[in-house]
């Protein structure tokens, strides 16, 4: 069993940075891989970014990459999510989640979830 919780959202505005964390605890949480989504009502969860726990290998959704920059620490058993040049449209609850299969970008890959952030982007 995996648990996961996230935090660090809030209101900001575009162009600033903010960094959310997603704290991970079980015994076999660093065997996964680790997957940023994000959600806005009525849409379907989108994934963000991930990476493979074992390795540090990450990987990026077009719409994010060269701005957000996911990490882990090992020692912590905590995933970051670094999030530069925030637009409005990266308005969204964001989710952690762990999953077995590696370089998976769909949600349904992911087999446990955090409860979510708000990150509220003003214009």
């Known amino acids: 069993q995996v648990q996961l919780v996230e935090s660090g959202g809030g209101l900001m505005q575009a162009g600033n940075s903010v960094r959310l964390s997603c704290a991970a605890s079980?015994?076999?949480?660093?065997?996964?891989?680790m997957g940023w989504f994000r959600q806005v009502p009525g849409k379907e969860r989108e994934f963000v970014a991930g990476i493979i726990w074992s390795s540090g290998t990450t990987y990026y959704a077009e719409s994010v990459r060269g701005r957000f920059t996911t990490s882990r620490d090992n020692v912590m058993a905590t995933v970051y999510l670094q999030m530069n040049s925030l637009k409005p449209e990266d308005t969204a609850v964001y989710y952690c989640?762990?999953?077995?299969?590696?370089?998976?970008?769909?949600?349904?890959?992911?087999?446990?979830w955090g409860q979510g952030t708000q990150v509220t982007v003003s214009s």
């Open positions: 989640a762990a999953g077995r299969s590696f370089g998976r970008t769909g949600a349904a890959d992911y087999d446990y």
């Open positions: 079980g015994r076999t949480v660093r065997r996964y891989a």
